[in-house]
C-alpha cells in the first residue's frame, strides 16, 4: 500500500511540474521585434513575436501607466503579430504576454510629430524663477509661436506649471523680463506700469501721481472747511478757523498748478532736465 501510495504522489508531482513548465513556456518568445520602432503620427507599428509555443498572445503599451492593449495575431507557425496605430505623439513602452501570465519587454515606441503638419502643445518655461504655461504652435518639430492658454485650457498645462503670463502672445524665444501686460520698457508694480526707460516718462508718472494725492486731499481739506463754515452758527473761532482751513487749501491748489507750470517752463522747456 505504501508503495502504491509513493507511487501516486511521484506521478503527481511529476504532472505539477511538468504543468508548470508547460504554462512558463506558453509565455515564452524566443524573438519579439518592433518595425519600425520609430515614427510620425499616423504611423502604423507592428510587434512581431517569434518562436513562440501556441497561445493565446497580446501586446501592451505603457506611457507612465497602462495606455492600451492589442490582440496578437497568428501569422504562421510559432509566429504572432499584433498591428498598433493612431498613437498620439510621445514614448511608449511595449510588452508581450500570454492572457493571464505576467508581461516580458518588447521594446520602445516613439512617435514624433508629423512633418508639415500644424500641432499645439503645452509646456512650461521658466522665467525669473518662476514656471510658466504656455500654449505653443509647431510645424513638425519646429516651435512656431507662443501664447497664454485661456482660462478654460489651463487643465492641459503641465502640473509643474500653472502661471500664466498675460497679455497674449509671446515671443518663441521667450525673453528673461517678461513684464505680464506692460510694455517691455516699464515694470509692472501696485500702482500701475512705472516706465524705466524713458526720465521723462518715469517723472511723469509719478507727477501724475503727486497730483492725484495732492488734489484729494485738498478736496477733503475744503470739505471740512466747507462743513466748519456751515456749522459754526456765529462762533467767531470755528469760523475763522474755517476760512483759514479754506484760504490754505485754496492756495495750495492755486501754487501746486503754478508749480507745474514752472517747472515745465524751466526744466523741460529751458533747461532741457527730461529730454
Known amino acids: 500500500m505504501k508503495i502504491i501510495l509513493k507511487i501516486f504522489v511521484s506521478f503527481a508531482i511529476?504532472?505539477?511540474?511538468?504543468?508548470?513548465?508547460?504554462?512558463?513556456?506558453?509565455?515564452?518568445?524566443?524573438?519579439?521585434?518592433v518595425d519600425p520602432a520609430s515614427g510620425q503620427v499616423g504611423t502604423t507599428f507592428t510587434v512581431r513575436l517569434e518562436g513562440c509555443t501556441a497561445?493565446?498572445?497580446?501586446?501592451s503599451l505603457f506611457k507612465g501607466g497602462p495606455y492600451q492593449t492589442y490582440s496578437a495575431q497568428s501569422v504562421g507557425s510559432n509566429a504572432y503579430v499584433a498591428v498598433i496605430s493612431?498613437?498620439?505623439e510621445g514614448t511608449y513602452s511595449a510588452t508581450y504576454n500570454e492572457v493571464g501570465q505576467g508581461g516580458t519587454s518588447v521594446g520602445n515606441i516613439t512617435v514624433t510629430p508629423q512633418v508639415g503638419a500644424t500641432t499645439?502643445?503645452?509646456?512650461c518655461q521658466t522665467v525669473n524663477n518662476m514656471s510658466y504655461c504656455f500654449k505653443c504652435t509647431f510645424n513638425g518639430t519646429t516651435k512656431i509661436s507662443c501664447t497664454s492658454p485661456s482660462s478654460g485650457e489651463m487643465g492641459s498645462c503641465p502640473a509643474a506649471?500653472?502661471?500664466?503670463?498675460?497679455?497674449?502672445?509671446?515671443?518663441?524665444?521667450?525673453?528673461?523680463?517678461?513684464?505680464?501686460?506692460?510694455?517691455?520698457?516699464?515694470?509692472?508694480?501696485?500702482?500701475?506700469?512705472?516706465?524705466i526707460g524713458s526720465p521723462t516718462g518715469f517723472a511723469a508718472f509719478f507727477l501724475r501721481w503727486g497730483l492725484g494725492i495732492a488734489g484729494g486731499v485738498a478736496m477733503l481739506v475744503f470739505a471740512y472747511a466747507s462743513f466748519m463754515l456751515m456749522t459754526s452758527a456765529g462762533d467767531p473761532k470755528r469760523?475763522?478757523?474755517g476760512k483759514e482751513l479754506l484760504f490754505s487749501v485754496i492756495s495750495g491748489i492755486i501754487m501746486l498748478v503754478f508749480s507745474m507750470f514752472i517747472l515745465n517752463l524751466l526744466g523741460v522747456n529751458i533747461l532741457g532736465l527730461f529730454a
Open 14 to 33: 511529476l504532472g505539477g511540474v511538468t504543468h508548470l513548465t508547460a504554462n512558463s513556456a506558453l509565455a515564452a518568445c524566443t524573438s519579439r521585434t
Open 55 to 59: 497561445g493565446n498572445y497580446q501586446v
Open 86 to 88: 493612431g498613437l498620439p
Open 120 to 123: 499645439t502643445r503645452f509646456e
Open 161 to 195: 506649471c500653472k502661471l500664466v503670463v498675460p497679455g497674449g502672445s509671446v515671443g518663441v524665444g521667450m525673453s528673461a523680463n517678461i513684464q505680464g501686460s506692460c510694455p517691455a520698457d516699464q515694470i509692472e508694480t501696485g500702482i500701475g506700469c512705472i516706465p
Open 239 to 241: 469760523l475763522q478757523t
